[in-house]
Nanobody, 117 residues
Framework: QVQLVESGGGLVQPGGSLRLSCAAS????????MGWYRQAPGKQREVVAS???????NYADSVKGRFTISRINAKNTVYLQMNSLKPEDTAVYYC???????????WGQGTQVTVSS
């Protein structure tokens, strides 16, 4: 199994910044594509950003120019730098990793991000 643990969430004011971290551990046998998803109450979970094993990134239109996803493969860790946060960014943020070998998605427990004045 692969375990993902997110950290870095919290309460920030509009315009503020947060940096989320996701550390993977367990039976890691390859470098996985990873991503960040978020889910607000009553909403479907949506992809925020993703990064391939080679470092190629994709972003949801709503966060382009504000969020940056990065990874350090040697640490099995992925980050999400969130700048210029807006109230609509409020959600539980989940880390995801995809094992191509096993064809399995792994999910973290989620970390709450609240943007409010």
């Amino acid at each position: 199994q692969v375990q993902l643990v997110e950290s870095g969430g919290g309460l920030v004011q509009p315009g503020g910044s947060l940096r989320l971290s996701c550390a993977a551990s367990g039976s890691i046998c390859s470098i996985y594509p990873m991503g960040w998803y978020r889910q607000a109450p009553g909403k479907q979970r949506e992809v925020v950003a993703s990064i391939s094993s080679g470092g190629s990134t994709n972003y949801a239109d709503s966060v382009k120019g504000r969020f940056t996803i990065s990874r350090i493969n040697a640490k099995n860790t992925v980050y999400l730098q969130m700048n210029s946060l807006k109230p609509e960014d409020t959600a539980v943020y989940y880390c995801n990793a995809y094992s191509i070998l096993a064809g399995v998605h792994y999910w973290g427990q989620g970390t709450q991000v609240t943007v409010s004045s």
